[in-house]
């Protein structure tokens, strides 16, 4: 029997979440460094006591968790590897310069399956300029584990943290929302096709856009520099891994506010929408959005005074504002119907 099994006053990991887990193992720890300026927290660790400080992030991929090999082809998953780590650094509105990757993986994958991987990895950091700077080979017993550690810098006046959102602020995101996730519902629904049947071929064609949202997502640099461009620094600012509505929630928990955001204005791509209506249990397109996780896009608030430098900015919507401390964080439907919105995306 395991002894681990039957422990008086044991909690079990999946009555928390990620974050309440994090927060209670990482609770209780000293700051010994004045080069520590942020720890745990946020999207990134920043370190250093020059204007210039350095961002430190690291991001963990483990086969069957976050990924499937029937359906992720190896550079796909190197690529994406490198991306979500990427994606932090840019969430902090800084620019990525390195990285590390440590891989743990068994026997069943060749030489050239890596060699694969890897490419994947090289093509991502030749796109966004990125160094590879070392890392970490060991055996596994079975399956795929990659960590990437990504390093980057940021201007001390442009960092932007989770806790700076403040009343009337203007809620933005980058894209659109929902399309990796409807991606993976398609790579499930063909995945129980196959498996009930081995001759058949699935036709994927016209799922081009979600199927890449979630295999190849893109960090949003692009919008980081546009905002630079325009003079705009967020007053808070995340990425979207974990659904609308949860990073919503770590804004208005860390900046100790509320907010209103309107489901009108949500991105959503008409593929997000499609694939939503072609599901058995008729899903609706804006759940996905809050819930789905994966798309990776920044969701970032603005200064009223910088709305006419972002209100018609390439690739950026205005879905709400900020309310006050105390207030919950909800959606408003066309019908003028108040949604309080619930933390739901992944818990891994």
Known sequence: ???????????????????????????????HHDTTVKGVGDDCAVLGTSPVKTLVTVNTLAEGVHFDMMYTPLKHLGYKAVAVSVSNIVAMNGRPKQIE?????????????????????????????IDLVGGDTVS?????????????????????????AKLHDLVCVSGDLGSAYSGLLILEREKVTYQANPDFQPDLDSYDYVLERFLKPEPRIDIVQKLSDAGVVPTSMIDVSDGLASDLLHIC??????????????PIDYQTTRVCSEMSNNMLPVSNALNGG????????????????????????IIGHITEEGMPAVMVTPQNTTITLVAQGYRN
């Open 294 to 317: 994966g798309d990776y896009e920044l969701l970032f608030t603005i200064d009223q005074k910088d709305y006419e430098k972002v209100k018609d900015m390439e690739g950026v919507h």
């Open 1 to 31: 029997m395991d002894s681990l099994e039957y422990q008086e006053g044991r909690t079990e990991l999946d009555t928390l979440g990620i974050f309440a887990l994090v927060d209670r193992l990482s609770d209780g720890f000293e700051r």
């Open 101 to 129: 990757v440590s891989i743990a993986v068994s026997n069943r994958y060749s030489l050239e399956a890596l060699e694969e991987l890897y490419a994947g990895i090289r093509l991502c950091c030749d796109r966004y300029d």
């Open 140 to 164: 596994s017993r079975s399956g795929m584990v990659i960590t990437v550690t990504a390093i980057g810098e940021v201007d001390e006046d442009k960092i932007t943290y989770r806790t700076g």
């Open 253 to 266: 928990q860390s900046s100790h506010c509320g907010c209103e955001v309107y489901e009108e204005h949500i």
